[in-house]
């Protein structure tokens, strides 16, 4: 099998041993962000796959920053792409293609072999641009009707006069990103808000440190809402919510006790920084290419052809 891992600015990829193992790990900073372009990269990789490995390629699992459904890419903000049909990425070659939202798939390897390992629920959450994640019940992803579940980042959690780009108002997005940074601080909304926020998580001013606190506890309330949504035994969080949560500890605490009902307050479920930093998409999709490869099906389907 081939993992595959698209994102803002560059792709990863491992082959996948049966036991989910990765091995030959490349990484890719993108040229040109242009859809047709990273596209035909991917396919290259495929087909470089095939050529090295023959049948015993049997999958493609490819992770992705945006919304998926049936293998169509509904929206990736961070890349900037309209509706892409990604199957383009297995074309010429005779093997199916499993791709899947990044968070979805790092909420995957978290729940697997990471901080929420053994977890018969759990949450994960991850910040970049908004913010992603999804619940997993004994390491399954719910990924809803059509693998677009979990947008956490569009509930309206936020303030309602406010629109966000996915088209609903009010979203949970623009309170927790270097978005809502800007906002507070009185600038431009960045082009760059992963960077932006790391750059305000450096500053020392009083005004960063208030806009900062302010952004955590929005996370802080959010986690409590989805706790009380969901009863998990543990919430794991990943990329920016590490730093931002450990900029204002207190605040998130605070915010995460206060905005849970009363009976989750005297056993709050933890909340645990993900352990597979920045590989968990890449795991994420291995870990789904060997479920979908040893599925009772697929070993019944192998067997007929033998
Ligand atoms: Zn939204």
């Not at 099998?1 to 698209?6: E, S, Y």
Request: hydrophobic share 45%.
């Amino acid at each position: 099998m081939l993992a595959l891992d698209l994102r803002q600015s560059s792709w990863r990829s491992a082959i996948v041993a049966l036991d989910g193992s990765l091995h030959e790990p490349q990484y890719k900073r993108h040229r040109s962000r242009r859809a047709q372009v990273v596209l035909s990269n991917l396919q290259r990789e495929v087909q470089r796959a095939k050529q090295q490995y023959g049948a015993r390629l049997q999958l493609v699992s490819l992770a992705v920053p945006g919304t998926v459904r049936d293998n169509r890419l509904m929206q990736a903000p961070t890349l900037e792409w309209v509706e892409q049909d990604l199957t383009q990425v297995t074309a010429g070659v005779d093997v199916p293609l499993l791709a899947g939202n990044d968070a979805t798939l790092s909420g995957v390897a978290e729940a697997r072999t990471g901080a929420a390992a053994g977890a018969g629920t759990a949450v994960h959450l991850i910040i970049e641009v908004g913010i992603g994640g999804t619940l997993l019940i004994d390491g399954v992803p719910a990924q809803g009707a059509a693998g677009a579940g979990g947008e956490y980042g569009h509930m309206p959690f936020g303030d309602r006069a406010r629109a966000c780009p996915c088209g609903a108002r009010g979203c949970w997005d623009l309170e927790i990103d270097g978005r809502a940074l800007a906002r507070y601080l009185k600038e431009p909304t960045p082009d760059d808000p992963v960077g932006y926020t790391e750059q305000v998580l450096r500053r020392t001013d009083r005004a960063a440190r208030a806009a900062v606190t302010k952004v955590v506890a929005a996370l802080g309330y959010g986690i409590a809402g989805l706790v009380n949504a969901h009863d998990p035994d543990v919430v794991t969080i990943g990329s920016l919510a590490i730093p931002l949560r450990a900029a204002a500890e207190d605040t998130f605490a605070e915010a995460y006790l206060s905005g849970l009902m009363t009976f989750h307050r005297s056993a709050p479920p933890p909340v645990l920084a993900a352990t597979h930093q920045p590989d968990g998409p890449l795991r994420g999709a291995a870990a789904l290419a060997v479920d979908q490869l040893t599925s009772e099906p697929a070993i019944a389907t192998w067997v007929a052809q033998r």
